[in-house]
């Protein structure tokens, strides 16, 4: 046995803990014991849907302001650009469509398909009448001179009535549901700020018991 | 015969009441598991402490131990089998806890600056120094040192606490003690053999 196997005897010898160690032990053992009851499945779900009462009160005013804005949509008149079209063409300049008012307030589709059942040949009138809506599609050749001045006449119309003006009713139906999206962000905003405040009061957990 | 089957260092007595904590322990006993505690947490708490060179974490460690013990006592045979049982955890442990946390960084033994003289003239100086010494080995090679030294245990019993080869065991004490040796002698001036 050497020196320095002496020396590291001695560096090396047993030391004791505190002298409270047991008890320590015993303490984090019973800790450790104590059963936790580990949530269910379904507790878990309904943990995440709790809620303090202030955000259950958001919620439900959310859920009305919705059913107000989804109200409000269906009550809206149907969007402008179909029961626009016949009377911008009714007052165009020159239109011979003017000279049939009946004709005029029919969308151009249900023309369509008059004529197809009708079985009638495109006159200077429907042919006229088509060009507003299928522009160069209609045909040149039964009608040459006239149909093609009535044709480039008409060509600003039809760009005119492809972006049709929304009507005062929708714009003002437009508004209302921007302002109700607004409100229902502002609600929402209110909501979230509400729960992240009550969550460190209501979550906090607890300190972990240090010696 | 080696190992924990024979490597009992208790007094007949004190192995015969271990028996009876352990049987009692096992039963849900918690005096019993505290007496168990009180016999052996110099060992368990001495073997964490000068592996980590922290108390505070060699506490914590030593405390997870008996936890873990606790919960394995179904598993322990005889006292001698919980004296293996405890030393083994205790040196994994340890070894984990310096992987995981990486505290103070590995430097070589010839990288360590030699204690000055006048620090080493008193024993206790040396003893610190030493274990300063010790401290900067690998992993393994420290708890060979500290279960050799401490525990005083033959390179076969530390390799089945450690599960390596008697060899390498053998291979880690001479190196190290040659390092130690060689830094020693070299800062005091003498030979340390």
């Known amino acids: 046995m050497s020196r320095l196997d002496d020396e590291l005897k001695i560096a090396f010898q047993r030391q004791e803990p505190p002298a409270d160690f047991a008890a320590h032990v015993l303490a984090r053992l019973n800790e450790a014991s104590v059963p936790q009851a580990r949530p269910t499945v379904w507790q878990r779900l309904a943990s995440v849907f709790a809620m303090p009462r202030l955000g ?11 059913i107000i804005i989804g109200i409000a949509l269906l009550r809206s008149p149907r969007p402008a650009g179909v029961e626009n079209n016949a009377p911008q063409v009714a007052i165009s300049p020159g239109n011979p469509a003017s000279e049939k008012p009946a004709a005029g307030n029919a969308t151009p589709e249900q023309n ?6 009708s079985g009638q040949p495109e006159d200077g009138t429907n ?14 050749s039964s009608r040459p001179g006239g149909s093609h001045r009535l044709i480039s006449h008409r060509a600003p119309v039809v760009a005119q009535q492809s972006q049709p003006q929304p009507s005062a009713e929708a714009l003002a ?16 905003n209110d909501v979230q700020r509400v ?3 009550d969550r460190p009061q209501d979550e906090k957990p607890e300190p972990v018991q240090k010696r | 015969m080696v190992g924990w089957e024979g490597t009992t260092t208790l007094e007949q007595a004190t192995e015969a009441r271990i028996e009876q904590a352990l049987a009692r322990s096992a039963a849900g006993d918690q005096l019993a ?14 073997l964490a402490y000068h592996f980590l060179r922290d108390r505070w974490l060699a506490e914590e460690l030593a405390q997870e131990v008996f936890l873990n013990l606790h919960q394995n006592l179904s598993a322990i045979k005889s006292p001698a089998h919980l004296t293996f049982w405890l030393r083994k955890v205790t040196a994994h442990r340890s070894i984990d806890q310096t992987r995981r946390q990486k505290v103070r960084p590995q430097v070589s033994l010839d990288d360590v600056p030699e204690p000055a003289a006048h620090h080493v003239e008193e024993d206790f100086m040396l003893s610190e120094a030493l274990r300063r010494l010790v401290e900067t080995l690998p992993e393994k090679a420290r708890m060979v040192i500290i279960l050799r030294y401490q525990e005083d245990l033959e390179p076969a019993e530390i390799s089945k606490v450690l599960d390596m080869p008697v060899n390498t065991v053998k291979s880690h004490l001479r190196r190290s003690l040659a390092l130690l040796r060689d830094k ?5 001036g003498e ?3």
């Open chain 2, 184 to 188: 020693l002698s070299r800062s005091l």
């Open chain 2, 191 to 193: 030979a340390l053999v």
């Open chain 1, 56 to 66: 259950y009160a958001a919620v439900g005013a959310m859920a009305l302001l919705l």
């Open chain 1, 112 to 117: 369509a398909s008059d004529k197809l059942k």
């Open chain 1, 195 to 197: 729960i992240s405040d």
């Open chain 1, 127 to 140: 042919a006229s009448l088509s060009s507003t809506t299928a522009g160069h599609h209609a045909e040149p």
């Open chain 2, 33 to 46: 598991f505290a007496e168990i505690v009180r016999q052996h947490q110099g060992m368990v708490f001495s």
């Open chain 1, 173 to 188: 139906a437009k508004e209302k549901v921007l302002f109700a999206l607004q409100i229902t962000s502002e609600t929402l």
